[in-house]
């Protein structure tokens, strides 16, 4: 393994900490000035970086941030914020203007064949931007999840689910062809071919065994087509995986489901049947401790561990069978740490319950909620001792 700042994810390649937005907390988890502002974070949860954009889910501030161009410089300013009417006001719902255009509880952001995508998780719908905005302030042009812009009510005021209806929905993904949700208190993932029009009902549903229902683990114990808490979604190839937070594992299929069925891969746990917590000792390069976020790029998976301080890193994405071991951590000297920023003071490649992912290219953005900020590691080539350790 190289050095901390310099951490090996495959052979040949490493990673180092190259860009820093947000509070710079003084301790892991500490909070930052009360008034926000344009270069300010408070427990950011989603961010989504290409060649040309970043847009961030400010979740504690109930707003997203957009970078038009990459920032070159730590702490850089945003250009654009939504969900507040400006970079200084905050609070749910825009600070009480109503729920047309604000925010509670940001989460999963994507930017998809131009139109911006935002998991406002707490109002239990999915706003949508035709366009990306270029200005503050912009209300969204339609919404999915809910009946109509004003109405925030779980499951659209219904005692049960159905195939439009959200229960804080925290995870988006568009992928060869399908769009999913992560809808995170159904306990479930919907997902539908192609992208979906207001009032369109989902083509898929995994988790649950109908549309209908809503039951933890489907009311029984934890199994291979089951979810407790499932937070993020990524496709790679003809393979789906799921971040199952709450039962501390990731799950895959291979092809990629039509409908509800089992999964034939499990990340984290040494079977199906287990969702076991380890919060103390050694974690190893196997267990995951609520892991909250994925990431894919050129066949390597990325997931952050978010209760054990850490990225895990796979330079292949297994296929099948379970407990398969990651190849590089970030964020701590070894697989065997699990401490908050390592129980040390912040620093640029140290990490405190990481939340969010983002992979473009050679940069993987994370998203450092318990630091209040937005870390981009640059993937590099290794060299000289760098190589070796690779």
């Excluded at 103390?280 to 952050?304: C, D, E, I, K, S």
């Amino acid at each position: 393994m190289a050095t901390a700042s310099h951490l090996a994810v495959s052979p040949g390649l490493v990673a180092r900490p190259w860009l820093r937005l947000g509070a710079e907390s003084p301790g892991g988890l500490a909070l930052p000035p009360a008034h926000p502002t344009a270069s300010q974070l408070y427990a950011p949860r989603g961010v989504y970086l290409d060649d040309q954009v970043l847009v961030v889910a400010d979740t504690g501030n109930h707003r997203v941030l957009i970078w038009h161009g990459l920032p070159e410089d730590d702490g850089a300013p945003a250009q654009v914020v939504l969900g507040q009417p400006d970079f200084t006001t905050e609070g749910p719902a825009a600070g009480g203007r109503g729920q047309q255009g604000g925010l509670y509880m940001p989460t999963g952001v994507g930017l998809i064949n131009g139109r911006l995508f935002v998991a406002d998780a707490w109002h239990h719908r999915v706003l949508v931007w035709e366009e990306l905005p270029t200005t503050t302030d912009t209300p969204p042009d339609w919404v999915l999840g809910q009946p109509n812009a004003t109405t925030v009510t779980e499951n659209r005021g219904a005692g049960t689910p159905d195939a439009c209806s959200f229960y804080w929905p925290y995870g988006i993904c568009y992928d060869a062809g399908w769009f999913y949700v992560a809808d995170t208190g159904n306990r479930r993932v919907l997902g539908w071919h192609g992208l979906p029009a207001p009032e369109q009902p989902a083509d898929l549903v995994l988790g649950q065994p109908s549309f209908t229902t809503r039951e933890e683990n489907r009311g029984r114990a934890v199994g291979p087509d089951s979810f407790r808490w499932p937070h993020a979604i990524a496709g790679h190839g003809d393979m789906l995986l799921v971040a199952d937070a709450g039962n501390h594992r990731v799950l895959g299929w291979s092809p990629r489901p039509r409908q509800d069925r089992p999964a034939c891969l499990v990340l984290g746990q040494e079977d199906y049947h287990t969702a076991q917590e380890w919060p103390y000792g050694p974690q190893g390069p196997n267990r995951l401790r609520f892991p909250y976020a994925l990431a894919v790029h050129q066949g390597r998976l990325a997931v952050a561990d978010t209760a054990n301080n850490r990225v895990l890193v796979w330079s292949s994405i297994p296929r099948q069978g379970a407990f398969w071991p990651a190849a590089a951590v970030l964020g701590q000297l070894n697989f065997e740490a699990n401490g908050e920023n390592r129980w040390q003071g912040v620093e640029k490649d140290t990490l405190c319950w990481p939340y969010g992912l983002a992979w473009h290219g050679n940069l993987l953005a994370i998203a450092d909620s318990g630091n209040n900020r937005i870390v981009i590691w640059r993937l590099e080539k290794a060299a000289g001792r760098d190589a070796e350790a690779a």
